[in-house]
């Protein structure tokens, strides 16, 4: 039944990335510069109150829950601008694996280390061929050609910010349990909405952000589907993680994301396979299989 339920969360996770390319496409505001902001407005209210609504509402966190909330959404603000920074820096190629490495790396790291997940021998053979598949899949498109050392710094960020995003998931559902995932998500993400509004008034950009909500049906629509899928992928890692093993978790999620986002780029965008990406992807189906043995 788990396995099942992860490779549900896995599709989700693909919508949600592939619905945010197209709401990117299509996003129709007057100064476009908006499109990010406004996207983690919607997401973060539409993640946090579908959460709170599915929990009917209840809303009761302990001190711990909201601790690791805030935490996370600190955390998550970091993710958004280390990606927004490293993105117009350099190669997009590099800093995806920089994030996914993170990713998986630093919840395997804590959980090794801290809570006790012990990895068998081919689990970790398994894990180490899921990172090697990540930089074939990517390889291509690596160029370290007139990138600034600002751009490498954010690309540690990123790597800090994704694996300390998987880490601070799993250790409240450690330390709760499994309990108080509706509380924790409905922290996370409206902090995370409340901070990018934060960020545009900082900056005197509130009537910009106010207009840029005017993006368009089928932005609007994009970014409905891809709340909708980002609330049922994350609702189901909160779920999980207090019966699996985080590094086993975030491994095939990352890798397995990323090889569903490949093959929806190859039959949505008719974009072509290139030799390295057939292996990578093998390489990344081989490893999710190890990895459940």
Known sequence: MLIFLVILMVLLYSFQSLFTRLYSASYAGADKSEATAVFSVCYGLFIAFTSLAAN??????????????????????????????AGNRGS??????????????????????????????LQIFAIVLMLVSLVVMNLKGISFKGNSGAYYVWCIL?????????????????????????????????????????VELAKKR?????????????????????GGSATGAVNLLM????????????????????????????????EHPRKDQIVGMIMAVVSIVLIEL
């Open 92 to 121: 997009y190629a590099f800093l995806m694996i920089f994030c996914m490495f993170g990713g998986i790396l630093v919840p395997t790291a804590v959980g090794t280390l801290f809570l006790d997940e012990r990895l068998t021998g």
């Open 206 to 226: 509130g009537r910009k952000l106010a207009e840029g909500f005017k993006m368009g049906k089928r932005a609007a629509l994009s970014l409905l589907v891809c």
């Open 158 to 198: 990123l790597f800090a910010s994704n694996g300390l995003y998987g880490t601070v998931m799993n250790l409240q559902a450690v330390a709760m349990k499994g309990a108080e995932r509706a509380e924790m998500l409905t922290i996370l993400f409206a902090l995370s909405a409340v901070a990018a509004v934060v």
């Open 239 to 270: 779920y999980l993680l207090p019966q699996m093993k985080s590094s086993i978790l975030y491994t095939i999620d990352n890798g397995g994301g990323l090889v569903l986002s490949i093959l929806y780029s190859l039959i949505l965008f008719h």
């Open 56 to 85: 009917g509402f209840s809303f009761a966190p302990s001190w711990q829950t909201w601790l690791f909330g805030l935490a996370n959404a600190g955390v998550l603000f970091l993710y958004n601008n280390a990606m927004i920074e």
